[in-house]
T-cell receptor, first 118, second 114 residues
Framework: AQTVTQSQPEMSVQEAETVTLSCTYD???????LFWYKQPPSRQMILVIR??????QNATENRFSVNFQKAAKSFSLKISDSQLGDAAMYFC???????????????FGQGTTLQVKP | DVKVTQSSRYLVKRTGEKVFLECVQD?????MFWYRQDPGLGLRLIYF???????EKGDIPEGYSVSREKKERFSLILESASTNQTSMYLC?????????????FGPGTRLLVL
């Protein structure tokens, strides 16, 4: 069975600085997707960024980028130029490629709460 | 924009009560999911449905059941609520086009069982 681990329950960053959130996962599969979701306080969870395992290039979305190390099974999220609106809980998630077109099941990590200091 | 709504943001129920949590999505998505979110545990899948009247157990289905009579609506039922079911419940939906499709989440229902 696949597992996802986020070992940092809480992180903080100064506004305008860069922060990296860590995520490791365990799987025997070769094809899968990895995601970072953001859950702001009292607001809906939204997708931040997605990485396909077969792609060597790291995904980027504006100030958000990932460092995907397939051999190490590591998938970290880097937030550049942090803003107050980035304060949220961030979840790393895994989806198997096989069979997932029917189910789309996600396996989540424990979450990391990010505090942004003005 | 995809919209996933949940019937209540906050609920307080008593032990033994039957509880219904409703989720509605407006994008004609085939797949729908119910998760519970607990501190330090992340999100865990309770049940999911890949089409009307189709359901499958997730990782923690004990004490829960679901109903999907219409494509847009997915209900989570706690047959006899217990205090260990106090949690945040999140609904999600997704198109069944391919593995790359994103899940869209509702705002969550925070349930307190006394």
């Amino acid at each position: 069975a696949q597992t996802v681990t986020q070992s940092q329950p809480e992180m903080s960053v100064q506004e305008a600085e860069t922060v990296t959130l860590s995520c490791t996962y365990d799987t025997s599969e070769s094809d899968y997707y990895l995601f970072w979701y953001k859950q702001p306080p009292s607001r809906q969870m939204i997708l931040v960024i997605r990485q396909e395992a077969y792609k060597q290039q790291n995904a980027t979305e504006n100030r958000f980028s990932v460092n995907f190390q397939k051999a190490a099974k590591s998938f970290s999220l880097k937030i550049s130029d942090s803003q107050l609106g980035d304060a949220a809980m961030y979840f790393c998630a895994y989806r198997s490629y096989r069979g997932s077109s029917n189910t789309g099941k996600l396996i989540f990590g424990q979450g990391t709460t990010l505090q942004v200091k003005p | 924009d995809v919209k996933v709504t949940q019937s209540s943001r906050y609920l307080v129920k008593r032990t033994g009560e039957k509880v219904f949590l409703e989720c509605v999505q407006d994008m004609d998505h085939e797949n729908m999911f119910w998760y519970r979110q607990d501190p330090g545990l992340g999100l865990r899948l309770i049940y999911f449905s890949y089409d009307v009247k189709m359901k499958e157990k997730g990782d923690i289905p004990e004490g829960y059941s679901v109903s999907r009579e219409k494509k847009e609506r997915f209900s989570l039922i706690l047959e006899s609520a217990s205090t260990n079911q106090t949690s945040m419940y999140l609904c999600a939906s997704r198109r069944q086009l391919g593995a790359q499709e994103t899940q869209y989440f509702g705002p969550g229902t925070r349930l307190l069982v006394l």
